[in-house]
């Protein structure tokens, strides 16, 4: 079982970059796959980006291409979202998760993962 951890998350400006960092604890870390989900106000959990275990393919939500990168670091146990040319829509509390061995279609669904974080707040300012 895999305990998670994230961080980073802060205040900042629209246009502005921020680095989320998941920590995780507590189980074979290489076999997990990794996602983000994020989840503002008054809205369901969304699906942001997932990296999936093994060859650590990243898939990303169609909206967020281009702005968003995740990464591992697997020595570390550690999973990286990096956020660029941010806007106040990507406010949000963001959530780290993870499922064993998972290398399906359904990635972006909440119900594929097993174990979450306890998030951390992002708000973008205009």
């Known amino acids: 079982q895999v305990q998670l951890v994230e961080s980073g998350g802060g205040s900042v400006q629209a246009g502005g970059s921020l680095r989320l960092s998941c920590a995780a604890s507590?189980?074979?870390?290489?076999?997990?796959?990794i996602g983000w989900f994020r989840q503002a106000p008054g809205k369901e959990r969304e699906f942001v980006a997932t990296l999936m275990w093994v060859v650590s393919t990243p898939f990303y939500a169609n909206s967020l291409k281009g702005r968003f990168t995740i990464s591992r670091d697997n020595a570390k146990n550690m999973v990286y979202l990096q956020m660029n040319s941010l806007k106040p829509e990507d406010t949000a509390v963001y959530y780290c998760a993870a499922v064993s061995r998972y290398s399906g279609s359904a990635y972006a669904d909440t119900k594929s993962y097993d174990f979450w974080g306890q998030g951390t707040q992002v708000t973008v300012s205009s």
């Open positions: 507590g189980g074979t870390f290489w076999t997990y796959t």
